[in-house]
């Protein structure tokens, strides 16, 4: 069994940055898809970045292409999302998840099938 636990959320004014982490452990010895989702108040939920940790492909939502970039450290159990020049509608509530994956797989679109609680990003203008 996977456990994702989010931290890293925050407040901040439009043009600052965040970094989100994304503590994994059961996930040892697996190659796995990995992503971020968010999801704002009356929208549904959208995927953000996805990378597969065994071959670093990365995919992003055009909506943060050139602002985010997603890693992981190498170990593998902790993913990141660095969100630079931040904007009031990047707020919402981001999530962390994982499913298990071949590393020719891609990971975008795809059904995850373990998730994280969210961590609450507010940007104000």
């Known amino acids: 069994q996977v456990r994702l636990v989010e931290s890293g959320g925050g407040s901040v004014q439009a043009g600052g940055s965040l970094r989100l982490s994304c503590a994994a452990s059961?996930?040892?010895?697996?190659?796995?898809?990995m992503a971020w989702f968010r999801q704002a108040p009356e929208k549904k939920r959208e995927v953000v970045a996805t990378l597969n940790s065994g071959s670093g492909a990365t995919y992003y939502a055009d909506s943060v292409k050139g602002r985010f970039t997603i890693s992981q450290d190498s170990f593998g159990t902790t993913l990141y999302l660095q969100m630079n020049s931040l904007k009031p509608e990047d707020t919402a509530l981001y999530y962390c998840a994982a499913d298990g994956a071949s590393r020719f797989q891609g990971c975008a679109p795809r059904e995850y099938t373990y998730w994280g609680q969210g961590t609450q990003v507010t940007v104000s203008s």
């Open positions: 059961g996930n040892s010895g697996r190659n796995y898809c």
